[in-house]
């Protein structure tokens, strides 16, 4: 197996653990409001940690999206040309995509390290919020490599299937 493999089954079982978490959380707060009186108070946290861990599933999501062609395409223009041309403009948009998102690592590593040295911490968990703010730096990150894997021809996102993901071979 690859690398990308590898990468592939890890963002997909920290996703679903995400998820599942989350609805458990949620269900467990709600269970705390019905019956707990005063005692829901103690739960209060668990809005706030849901809220975020949906930030987290957001963002660490992006590169399997786009690597399974999920991400909102105009295709009007990929029917228009002809096949070289649609190459050469498929190309130029995963260019473009991967740079864009470097950039954006670049911006979110900077606010990253601003929200750091300010020392602010989340309402109920007590957490710095600059870890929160890491959720779009590794998922913009995650998404340059899948353009850029896209650019080199490792996968065809432009594809309405899944069939391109090796592990539906397996």
Request: charged share 15%; hydrophobic share 50%.
């Amino acid at each position: 197996m690859t690398y990308l493999t590898y990468l592939r089954r890890f963002e997909r079982g920290l996703l679903v653990g995400i998820f599942l978490s989350m609805v458990f959380l949620f269900s467990l707060g709600v269970v705390a409001r019905e019956i707990g009186g005063t005692f829901a108070s103690n739960f209060a946290w668990i809005e706030e940690a849901v809220r975020l861990m949906n930030v987290f599933l957001v963002f660490l999501g992006l590169g399997l999206a786009l690597e399974r062609g999920r991400h909102i395409c105009i295709d009007v223009l990929h029917h228009r040309f002809g096949a070289r041309t649609t190459r050469i403009l498929r190309k130029t948009i995963d260019l473009t995509g991967c740079i864009f998102c470097l950039y954006l690592v670049w911006l979110g590593i900077q606010l990253v390290q601003f929200v750091l040295r300010t020392g602010q911490r989340s309402p109920t968990l007590d957490i710095l919020m600059g870890y929160v703010y890491l959720a779009p730096v590794i998922g913009f990150a995650l998404l340059a490599l899948r353009f850029a894997l896209s650019f080199l021809g490792t996968f065809n996102r432009f594809e309405k299937t899944d069939t391109h993901m090796p592990e539906a071979a397996e």
